[in-house]
Every structure is written in C-alpha cells, then in structure tokens.
C-alpha cells in the first residue's frame, strides 16, 4: 500500500511540473495558428481583390455561401470557422480602412489562449502586442 501511495505521490510530481510547459507550449500553438490565419486572411483578400476589383470589408464575405454558389457576398475563398471570426483560441475582425483593409486577432480568453495581439493591413506587415490591448497599426512589427 505504502509503494502505492509513492507511485502516485511521483506521478502527481511529475504533473505538477510539466503541466505550467505544456500550457505555455499550447498558448505558443494558438499564437502560430493566429499567425497563419492571419496570412490565409492576406491571401484570399488578394483573391478576392483579383476577382471583384475590391477588398472583402468583413470576414463573410471571404467565406462560404450559406445557399448558391460562390460571389462578392461569399465568395468561398476561407472556411466557415474562420468566416464566423473565431478560430483556435483567437477571434479575428476584419474591417475595411483607408487604404484597403486591417486584421486585428485578439485572444479569446487572455493569458489562456494567447499572450499576444495581432494587427496586420493591406501591406502584410503583422504587428503584435504583448498584452491584452489589441495591436494597433503603430505596435511593433513581429520579425519572422
């Protein structure tokens, strides 16, 4: 019984150690898959651009039709998760600007799902912030 009581004692060890890096090794998964969305959004915008002289002005637009085949208002070119805004831990905002249009990707829940915010625009420079506030077009430019 006393073996036991050791073996789990080790195994609750163990847990108690790895479990704070692979929290930080999933938060850092949702930050890189933020990271390609926000590269898929770039793509399809350019897409999208080709196909109907204009930049899509929110994420439905980019996505599937609900009825009908593709078109300005769906033109098919993203997933419905990522059209519906949220994806892996982090909800996306596209939104029409000056010069074409930006991305923000914010963590749903922060420090859970992300450490980080994410703004990119038209130039396809992404820019991060290291707290909750969303990254703006003035944050520093994330170096890949």
Do not use: C, W
């Amino acid at each position: 019984m006393i073996e036991l009581l050791i073996v789990i004692a080790i195994i609750l060890i163990i847990i108690t150690i790895a479990l704070p890096k692979f929290t930080s090794a999933q938060r850092f998964a949702r930050e890189t898959s933020a990271m390609g969305a926000i590269r898929t959004i770039h793509t399809t915008q350019v897409q999208y651009y080709s196909q109907y002289g204009k930049y899509a002005t929110s994420l439905t637009e980019l996505g599937p039709p609900t009825s009908g085949g593709p078109g300005p208002a769906a033109a098919d070119l993203i997933d419905s998760t990522l059209a519906q805004g949220t994806k892996g831990g982090y909800k996306f905002a596209l939104s029409p600007n000056q010069g074409g249009y930006a991305i923000n990707a914010n963590p749903v829940t922060y420090n859970v799902d992300g450490s980080r915010t994410f703004y990119s625009d038209q130039s396809m420079v992404l820019r991060q912030n290291f707290g909750p506030e969303p990254a703006t077009p003035n944050s520093p430019e994330l170096k890949q």
